[in-house]
């Protein structure tokens, strides 16, 4: 969420790097490209951490996993924090590439470990704590990043280096949490350490319901064991769920929130707020994620992640909409400047009630242990390549649609609302075993040709219903 003041920091700090090395500035063209395989390279970094995520899960553990990977944050801060004495933006880029392999880890990571340690009741509210601290992290990364802090051109090489302060806080205290027991149980089969990681994490001695549950779950893995990428791009049983989560994950990063994002400071200027409190106001996008992250946390488990998400989509997708009007006529209705960031900070409110957060933890829940990790390194994979598309191509689509720039993204809105209506099953409240078994039942139905897939409100379970032609 950068704005243009910190865009030309870093290109300065090019120029004037080039310069000392070499006595001559650095030619317009290679200092574009530079910039561009430096923005680029995080999401690239992303889409990498995010397809090791699985593998990386299950190799090193869910609490393990994540301490090592600060190992790349704190290479990255060291790298950002030195760049400057050393005259060198080559550093920098090493570093983004660094610290996005370290997001994209902790994209898989986290909800993975988080999901696993909830019980079904709070599942979705622990769920969303991922998301709560991204938007802690961006909130205060914008703070930071003010002109009269750490955004200027003497200080700019300390903020990208602060980087390592939220790794060196999980260092300290990951340690005293507890491995996640569904690991421990189903993938190394060591009950009586998952027993005590249950322990550990309910606070008192009677979790025979929990051990039951996994027990039914890894007697139902014992015909089905570990399920690789590749097997699960290929499962029929699994093509339903595997869809619906790489649906999901489009529906976050194509809702076209990144282009408010990556424009958010051109969005202010445009309403005739000076260049410095443009700088502050984008601090407010942050905020509201915030706010409206906290707000969904108890919600998540009363309302059901299904509702909030549809909610999300639908008024995303009648803001997109007004988004485009007031940038079309703002010429002609001088009050429009203002209108546009109204409806743009309402966009985003809707954005943080469901896909912000809800993509995230929704694929933990659609699968059991064996396909889980496989599921999420290819939604997370596919999210950050998302991610830098559309990073890569709304300058092109702002160029060429201009003021109706958005149009693609409201499209994608009204499809992704229409997808998930009819197939995403609600997960609120129930076991992992029992989302499985709606699968499971799907498959052994899916003979029929004329039954189709219809999501049944009253028990929230997507089932593969008949639908027979007298009834038509």
């Not at 750490?150 to 806080?169: D, K, M, Q, R």
């Not at 390194?377 to 092109?396: D, E, K, Q, R, T």
Request: glycine share 8%; hydrophobic share 45%.
């Amino acid at each position: 969420m950068e704005n243009l003041l910190e865009y030309q920091k870093i290109k300065d700090f090019m120029n004037e790097s080039h310069t000392y090395r070499y006595d001559t500035p650095i030619d317009e063209n290679t200092q574009l490209n530079l910039y561009s395989l430096l923005v680029a390279i995080f999401a690239v970094g992303g889409m990498l951490g995010g397809l090791m995520a699985g593998w990386w899960a299950d190799f090193f553990g869910r609490k393990f996993g994540m301490l090592l990977n600060n190992a790349f944050a704190f290479a990255a801060g060291g790298l950002f924090f030195f760049s400057r004495e050393a005259h060198s933006y080559e550093m920098i880029i090493v570093a983004r590439l660094l610290i996005g392999f370290n997001c994209g880890l902790y994209t898989g990571l986290t909800p993975l470990y988080l999901t696993e340690i909830a019980t079904a009741d709070i599942r979705g509210a622990l769920g969303t704590l991922h998301q709560f601290g991204v938007t802690i992290g961006i909130f205060l990364s914008q703070i930071l990043g003010f002109p009269e802090i750490f955004g200027n051109g003497e200080y700019w090489h300390i903020l990208l280096g602060l980087c390592v302060a939220p790794s060196a806080l999980q260092v300290f205290t990951m340690p005293f949490c507890p491995e996640s027991p569904r690991y421990l149980l189903l993938t190394k089969e060591k009950e009586n350490d998952a027993m005590n990681a249950l322990v550990k994490l309910r606070g008192t001695s009677g979790v025979d319901d929990d051990l039951n549950e996994m027990r039914q779950e890894h007697q139902a893995m014992q015909s089905e064991k570990k399920i690789g990428i590749l097997h699960l791009l290929r499962k029929k049983s699994l093509r339903m769920p595997l869809v619906i989560s790489i649906v999901m994950h489009l529906s976050q990063q194509l809702s076209g929130i990144n282009a408010i994002f990556y424009y958010s400071f051109k969005l202010f200027t445009s309403a005739g707020i000076s260049d410095d409190l443009a700088a502050h106001a984008t601090s407010g996008i942050g905020g509201i994620m915030l706010v409206m992250t906290l707000i969904t946390i108890p919600l998540m488990d009363r309302i059901g992640r299904r509702t909030l998400h549809l909610t999300g989509l639908a008024g995303m997708f009648v803001f997109s909409i007004l988004i485009t009007i007031t940038l079309s006529f703002t010429d002609k209705v001088p009050w429009f400047d203002t209108a546009n960031v109204v409806v743009s900070l309402v966009y985003v409110v809707f954005f943080a009630m469901g896909p912000g957060s809800i993509p995230w933890m929704i694929v933990a829940e659609l699968f059991t242990q064996g396909p889980r990790v496989s599921a999420m390194s290819i939604s997370v994979l596919i999210n950050w390549a998302c991610n830098f598309a559309v990073g890569y191509v709304f300058p092109i689509m702002q160029k060429e649609l201009n003021n109706f720039s958005f149009l693609p993204f409201t499209a994608f809105l009204l499809l992704f609302w229409i997808f998930i209506y009819v197939y995403l099953p609600e997960t609120k409240n129930r076991t992992f075993e029992d989302i499985a078994s709606s699968w499971n039942k799907s498959q052994s139905e899916a003979g029929n040709p004329q039954a189709k897939y219809i999501p049944t409100e009253d028990t929230a379970i997507v089932e593969f219903q008949q639908q027979q032609r007298s009834n038509r």
